[in-house]
């Protein structure tokens, strides 16, 4: 028995909400029309996507972050870099805020922030984070208690205290809430059900917000290594100065890639890129991270003339290792 329920969108406490039209992120992304203005609560890689894709539609955008930073789970530059772009694009950003109460008002609504602002508008989209489904599907008959990270599973993706054969994979598992980590379990448990003993490793697994630009980040924050004791040398660098002929794949060139190694250990344990196809070359950082290269073999590394891969051999030449 493999248990895949996934997860679900968290309900927002805030008054008035049921008064006014709410969308989770599966309204959002089956709607055929565009309203005219909508409230998006949470700032996080959801809030930042689904701000975008509205506003570049025609929508008047307002994005409610309650912490005082947008993707504030990533290094803070990230958040300010993406909010910058947003603000740029027209899109409304309130950092620092919270929704405390939704009103109905003629065929709209308007939504009441902790410093009193009243933002008008049609819709409002909740996209504040996501729970582990494990409620109704009868855990206990088979003596499994989730808690609130979902169903602990080990290594194999076996359930922890559950009878032999029972797994789990995915959103449920509470591991990392991505497609990719739960095609991987699933690719782990298969092997392990068939006799084999794998187990599974979510080192180097890569994050990625598809905006414009893409927010694409690997292991480590810069401030996660330091309060981890490790001895950090970190680096950050601008595209357009680095790479050669940035203009090849935009008129205006931007960018930003930033490393953050163990000076003890010579190896990356974090990158974060805030750039054009950011979540496809961010897996070179995803690779190193995850075998553990040594820097010194990757500042030996040839990268094609002209990619953004190529920002890679700078940056490591300017790690203090
Ligand atoms: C707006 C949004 C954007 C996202 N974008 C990305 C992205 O770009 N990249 C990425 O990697 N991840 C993304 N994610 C996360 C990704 O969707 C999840 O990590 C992934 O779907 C988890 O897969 P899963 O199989 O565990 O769960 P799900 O895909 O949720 O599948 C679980 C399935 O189980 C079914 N189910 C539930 N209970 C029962 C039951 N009792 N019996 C039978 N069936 C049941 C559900 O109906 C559902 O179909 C996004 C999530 C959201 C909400």
Same mark, same amino acid.
């Given at each position: 028995?493999?248990? /895949? ?94 929704? @405390? ?7 709209? /609504?308007?939504?009441?922030? &902790?410093?009193? @602002? ?36 080990? @290594? ?55 905006? &414009? ?24 660098? &601008?595209?357009?100065?680095?790479? /050669? ?77």
């Amino acid at each position: 028995m493999i248990l /895949a329920t996934g997860s679900y969108s968290n309900p927002l406490p805030v008054e008035g909400l049921d008064e006014v039209t709410v969308w989770t992120n599966r309204e959002a992304t089956t709607t055929r029309e565009v309203p005219a203005r909508a409230v998006i609560i949470g700032g996080g890689p959801n809030g930042v996507e689904t701000s975008q894709w509205l506003s570049r539609l025609g929508c008047e955008v307002t994005l409610v972050q309650h912490a005082d930073v947008l993707v504030n789970r990533e290094d803070r530059r990230v958040g300010e870099i993406i909010k910058g772009v947003l603000e740029e694009e027209g899109i409304g950003v309130r950092v620092g805020r919270r929704v @405390e109460r939704a009103r109905k008002e003629g065929d709209g /609504a308007v939504v009441t922030l &902790d410093d009193g @602002e009243e933002i008008p508008t049609d819709v409002v989209v909740t996209v504040a984070g996501r729970t582990p489904r494990t409620e109704g599907i009868g855990l206990e008959s088979v003596g499994i208690e989730p808690d609130e990270k979902g169903i602990s599973v080990d @290594e194999r993706c076996h359930v922890i205290g559950a009878p032999e054969g029972v797994w789990a994979v995915g959103d449920v598992t509470g591991k990392l809430l991505f497609t990719h980590v739960a095609q991987y379990q699933g690719r782990v448990a298969v092997a392990n059900i068939l006799g084999g003993d794998r187990r599974a490793n979510y080192d180097g697994v890569p994050r990625v917000v598809f905006s &414009d630009p893409e927010i694409a980040a690997v292991g480590l924050t810069e401030e996660e290594a330091r309060s981890r004791g490790m001895d950090v040398t970190a680096v950050t660098v &601008d595209l357009p100065e680095t790479i /050669a002929k940035p203009w090849t794949y935009e008129q205006e060139p931007r960018g930003t890639l930033s490393l953050v190694a163990d000076r003890a250990r010579g190896v990356l344990v974090g990158a974060w890129a805030v750039a054009p196809q950011a979540g496809e070359w961010i897996h070179h950082a995803a690779t190193a991270i995850r075998i553990g290269i040594p820097v010194t073999e990757l500042r030996d590394g040839v990268a094609q003339f002209p990619t953004f891969t190529g920002a890679y051999i700078d940056a490591f030449e300017l790690l203090d290792i």
